[in-house]
T-cell receptor, first 112, second 114 residues
């Protein structure tokens, strides 16, 4: 079974630039999550999709972050414009139920 | 508001001894708890979980204990091996109005000394 795929693995941008991350969840997983993990902290949920609908985006900074899930499968997370404090690892995860989540390798973003 | 807390940022244990990682939570609506292991440059991987209807779950060298009255859970690794050196995250799940949600602690970095 293929795992959760994410790209790119690393990204370095200047502040005020835009960036996009891509996630392909495990086939058949209806729920998809995007997390932000700042160094030394645990993953923080940004947005949760159930199929292609948003079920929780309460912690997503909507003035600069946006996300979509195409046809209930792949998802993209965009930051526009980026700030220094957005430097973090962005993790995508998918799940069938509450028994577990499967995480991708993450995208490490550095904003200079 | 940190609903899941891991108060020990790091732990060092000799190989062959027991490692005990602790986690506390504040939300009594949580009814499912998970432990994840994370190596550098990789995403977290699922290790073991426990439902709130149980107080213990065992899988090989890993055992998770849940004390609901104290809102506390712990992960025991016996015996500890050098390959267990990683960051361990505790997570809790609850059935909210918006579906399945997971809340993570800040992690404990375990070092197993050969």
């Amino acid at each position: 079974e293929a795992g959760v795929a994410q790209s790119p693995r690393y990204k370095i941008i200047e502040k005020r630039q835009s960036v996009a991350f891509w996630c392909n969840p495990i086939s058949g997983h209806a729920t998809l999550y995007w997390y932000q993990q700042i160094l030394g902290q645990g993953p923080k949920l940004l947005i949760q999709f159930q199929n292609n609908g948003v079920v929780d985006d309460s912690q997503l900074p909507k003035d600069r972050f946006s996300a979509e899930r195409l046809k209930g499968v792949d998802s993209t997370l965009k930051i526009q414009p980026a700030k220094l404090e957005d430097s973090a690892v962005y993790l995508c995860a998918s799940s069938i139920d509450r028994s577990t989540q499967y995480f991708g390798p993450g995208t490490r973003l550095t904003v200079l | 508001d940190q609903q899941v807390k891991q108060n020990s940022p790091s732990l060092s244990v000799q190989e062959g001894r027991i490692s005990i990682l602790n986690c506390d939570y504040t939300n009594s609506m949580f009814d499912y708890f998970l432990w994840y292991k994370k190596y550098p440059a990789e995403g977290p991987t699922f290790l073991i979980s426990i439902s709130s209807i149980k107080d213990k779950n065992e899988d090989g060298r890993f055992t998770v204990f849940l004390n609901k009255s104290a809102k506390h859970l712990s992960l025991h690794i016996v015996p500890s091996q050098p390959g267990d050196s990683a960051v361990y995250f505790c997570a809790a799940s609850g059935k909210g109005d918006t579906g399945n949600q997971f809340y993570f602690g800040t992690g404990t970095s375990l070092t197993v000394i050969p």
